[in-house]
């Protein structure tokens, strides 16, 4: 069994900063990549932020100089630091795993944590 467990969302005013943490923990799996993704209300999830295994990232434009996607290969956590937010930032951030798995699951695997809110407002 593999789980996303996700922290560090919550409430904060524009211009602030918050930094949000996804740590994996299983067995038997490997990590390609990690990322963030956001729904707002009435939208559709999209990609925020995302890494790869060897440190190549992506960004959304809308996040571009503000968020950093970071990670930490030993602990199998990703980590993205979110400044100058705005409150179009406002949405339930996602954190995303694409894993290969081997044992009783085998492949190339998508695992999504439960979703952190992040509130921008003043």
């Known amino acids: 069994q593999v789980q996303l467990v996700e922290s560090g969302g919550g409430l904060v005013q524009p211009g602030g900063s918050l930094r949000l943490s996804c740590a994996a923990s299983?067995?038997?799996?490997?990590?390609?990549?990690m990322g963030w993704y956001r729904q707002a209300p009435g939208k559709q999830r999209e990609l925020v932020a995302r890494?790869?295994?060897?440190?190549?990232?992506n960004y959304a434009d809308s996040v571009k100089g503000r968020f950093t996607v970071s990670g930490d290969n030993a602990k199998n956590t990703v980590y993205l630091q979110m400044d100058s937010l705005k409150p179009e930032d406002t949405a339930v951030y996602y954190c995303?795993?694409?894993?290969?798995?081997?044992?009783?699951?085998?492949?190339?695997?998508?695992?999504w944590g439960q979703g952190t809110q992040v509130t921008v407002s003043s």
């Open positions: 995303n795993a694409d894993m290969t798995r081997w044992g009783r699951t085998v492949g190339r695997v998508d695992y």
């Open positions: 299983g067995r038997d799996f490997s990590i390609n990549a």
């Open positions: 890494i790869t295994r060897g440190g190549s990232t």
